[in-house]
Nanobody, 115 residues
Framework: QVQLVESGGGLVQPGGSLRLSCETS????????MGWYRQPPGKQRELVAV???????NYAESVRGRFTISRDNPKNRVSLQMVSLKHEDTAVYYC?????????WGRGTQVTVSS
């Protein structure tokens, strides 16, 4: 069974940085796309950034220029470098992967931006 495990969340002050990582395991075929979504308190889950098998990326407008997604194919890992964090970046961040025509999700990691 495919599993996604996130790490790297935590508490950070406004203007600070965090790096999230997600490792996949299990019977992996071709990983067409990986990425990150987030769910702010009281809101719906939303796209943060995704990257496909040829390293094309797509970012939410709210994070463009501050967040960078990268992918380590041999290790089936995706990372999200976040800088200049804002209060509104506070959310549970979920790792996502599209593998073999199916969606897979991690359990989520909390990111809190607060002074």
């Amino acid at each position: 069974q495919v599993q996604l495990v996130e790490s790297g969340g935590g508490l950070v002050q406004p203007g600070g940085s965090l790096r999230l990582s997600c490792e996949t395991s299990g019977p992996l075929f071709s990983i067409e796309e990986m990425g990150w979504y987030r769910q702010p308190p009281g809101k719906q889950r939303e796209l943060v950034a995704v990257i496909n098998s040829v390293d094309n990326t797509n970012y939410a407008e709210s994070v463009r220029g501050r967040f960078t997604i990268s992918r380590d194919n041999p290790k089936n890992r995706v990372s999200l470098q976040m800088v200049s964090l804002k209060h509104e970046d506070t959310a549970v961040y979920y790792c996502y992967a599209f593998i073999g025509m199916k969606d897979y999700w991690g359990r989520g990691t909390q990111v809190t931006v607060s002074s």
